[in-house]
């Protein structure tokens, strides 16, 4: 969930270049010409030419992304800040002809594409004005509630499903990840809830989702999966009762609205926003931060994926016993307008720092979801996957009748796609590939440098359904060339997941964690 790839190739350069001049990168292709006004202090508007997962970016191949300037200084500030975070010079600023209008300049990013911003000094840029760009996906580009409460002038933020999150806030992705490992981490996340309610709320949700809805009890929560007709996986996430007709869904990216009116033909349902801002907290002190924070009314009995209605520092918020972590945590939901958001985040890191607990960039959580086996909505897989090739097919009733892609499902031929790798002589990358022999079988989706297993770890997406755990192939690495990779079941470790459900004690025979 939580849709937000540390080190996906399209990301890691445009972090440093687009950033500093105050932009976004939307997350994914399809919508690459959407445009953040609000964020902007030079207004560029981004278009990526190739979708990097069709055409994975190597040096020379003429991957191409293109960048519209306003004027002739964000023309000259984008190629002066994409030397300094470790491009090549491809061509300073300037016209290509003698006496042209139109000046462009050149930067060669260390994946070997070829970036291009170009300014038409002769050209009324009125079109880039903010009141008159509209984003192209549904939703929204909003700052968090809670962005000023940690936002510094080493902030970095992304976009996923609307909303703005920090990705990075100059703090040490390893210390936050030890953090979330021996004691708590706060994290801002942009997952957003919809409200699904109404009479035939349930027959809706049946129809959408591949598990069963109607046994599911009030302030429980369900993963969930939404597949197309085809089979694929639209989306992920999880679905929580709040009345016998009101049901919320919160999801990590995508948009699930129209998915939800395309296919309310005769249902008596609202579709609605509750404008809800999620935050996690995530680690092993984080029961007795929210037993502390509650005054004692959420105990032991919240299970794993329980929640209810409670009162955090005199305000009521929804909390669940889940999270993108694979450890012991909690969600915390803000109810709209209702919650003083600034003063909930000063109570919880009052009630928190006591007990070890910092807050996180996605970072950290990224590095930790990896070793967990938690996969990421768009990125590890997408429409072109069924559940049973990523692995999630626990989470498919094939008993249940008429829920959508249910037909295909039950035609598809069984067998998994999506692996873990280690590798001790790399740190993987989106979109590297795997190698059997010369013959490339796969494409890395995620990867990370694992602080507690000491080895860079990663998910591969292979071509063909099979038995990969327990090879040994080739990781083609963009950034170490060719080296040795172990593919294993996901996750790396607590197969049982007994961290999440607080079953492990203080983590004693995960005994690696130092001191």
Known sequence: MVGADDLDRAARFYDAILVPLGLVQVERAETYAAYAPEAAKDAIELYVTTP?????????????IALVAPSMQALEQFH??????????EGAPGPREEGSAICYAYVRDFDGNKICAFHDRAKDQAALVSNRIFPTYVGSNELSPF????????????LAVGRFFAHHNGDDPVAGYWALRKHAALFDVPERPVEISGPDAVALLERIFARRIAEMAIDRGRYALACTHQGGIFMDGILFRLAEDKFWFVHPDGDLDTWLLAHNDS????????????????GPNSYQILHDASSGAITE?????????FDLGGQ???VSRTGWTGELGYEI???GDQTDCPRLWDFLIAKGEPLGMVFSSMQSMNTRRIEAGILDSGSDFDTSMTPFEAGLERFVDLDKEGFIGRDALKAATPGTRLYGLCSDGAVPSGGDLILDGDTSVGKVTT?????????GIGYVRFEQPGNWSGKTLTLRSVRSGDVICKIVDLPFYDQEKRLPRGLSGRLAEFNKLSS
């Open 52 to 64: 990097f997962d069709q055409r994975p970016a190597t040096p020379g191949n003429g991957t191409m």
């Open 80 to 89: 002066t800040v994409g030397l300094q975070n470790g491009g090549t010079d």
């Open 147 to 158: 962005h000023h409460c940690y936002a510094n002038d080493q902030t970095v933020l992304r």
């Open 267 to 282: 249902f008596d349902v609202t579709v609605s926003d509750p404008k809800s801002r999620v935050l996690q907290i995530q």
């Open 301 to 309: 009995d919240l299970k794993y994926f329980h929640s209810g209605f």
């Open 316 to 318: 009521r918020v929804y």
């Open 333 to 335: 939901y803000t109810l």
């Open 447 to 455: 990867g990370a440098q694992s602080p507690y297993l000491g080895c």
